[in-house]
T-cell receptor
Framework: AQSVTQLGSHVSVSEGALVLLRCNYS??????LFWYVQYPNQGLQLLLK??????LVKGINGFEAEFKKSETSFHLTKPSAHMSDAAEYFC??????????????FGTGTRLTIIP | EPEVTQTPSHQVTQMGQEVILRCVPI?????FYWYRQILGQKVEFLVS????????KSEIFDDQFSVERPDGSNFTLKIRSTKLEDSAMYFC?????FGQGSTGANVLTFGAGSRLTVL
């Protein structure tokens, strides 16, 4: 079974500072990897996805993530944090990279706090 | 932008009662899912549904759970006899537009969730 581990349940950064949220995966096959964000009282919104194309993936709101097979990592970064980035971030891996039936396995989430 | 809507946003029920959580997926999507998140824990897959039948379910999805697409727009999760441990946020999701290419992963669109509290 595939899994993801998110290091750090809470991360605080100052506004304008680098955001780094860590995710490591475990997979016996080439994984499909995702980052989702959840703002208060909202659903899970896709930030970006890795599907075996380019290893550096750019997403919405200035976020990007790099797939590193040697490190089994898919860390999420943003060069300069904004107050609006405060949210819960979830890394996820897909067990079934086929059309349809995307069974996602999520990490435990990282709550990002931005310090003014 | 199309969205998945869920009702109710919060439901409180007594242990042993039946609960129905409702979802309206994106209209041209073909695949429907329920996930749940117990407070402080991971978001967990419950079930996927395609072509009016369950395509996959997790071990969490036991006989007390059922899903249904009673009409062309709603997708429901029924919990027959709720237990304390069913208290969680339940997320509905949909994916897969008709005619969408099969390259790459299929992206799920999630609803805002229904918080179920069992007393």
């Amino acid at each position: 079974a595939q899994s993801v581990t998110q290091l750090g349940s809470h991360v605080s950064v100052s506004e304008g500072a680098l955001v780094l949220l860590r995710c490591n995966y475990s997979s016996s096959v080439p994984p499909y990897l995702f980052w989702y964000v959840q703002y208060p009282n909202q659903g899970l919104q896709l930030l970006l996805k890795y599907t075996s194309a380019a290893t550096l993936v750019k997403g919405i709101n200035g976020f990007e993530a790099e797939f590193k097979k040697s490190e089994t990592s898919f860390h999420l970064t943003k060069p300069s944090a904004h107050m609006s980035d405060a949210a819960e971030y979830f890394c996820a891996v897909s067990d079934h990279p086929d059309f349809g039936n995307e069974k996602l396995t999520f990490g435990t989430g990282t709550r990002l706090t931005i310090i003014p | 932008e199309p969205e998945v809507t869920q009702t109710p946003s919060h439901q409180v029920t007594q242990m042993g009662q039946e609960v129905i959580l409702r979802c309206v997926p994106i209209s041209n999507h073909l695949y429907f899912y329920w996930y749940r998140q117990i407070l402080g824990q991971k978001v967990e897959f419950l079930v996927s549904f395609y072509n009016n039948e369950i395509s996959e379910k997790s071990e969490i999805f036991d006989d007390q759970f059922s899903v249904e697409r009673p009409d062309g727009s709603n997708f429901t999760l029924k919990i027959r006899s709720t237990k304390l441990e069913d208290s969680a946020m339940y997320f509905c999701a949909s994916s897969g537009s008709f005619g969408q290419g099969s390259t790459g992963a299929n992206v799920l669109t999630f609803g805002a969730g229904s918080r179920l509290t069992v007393l």
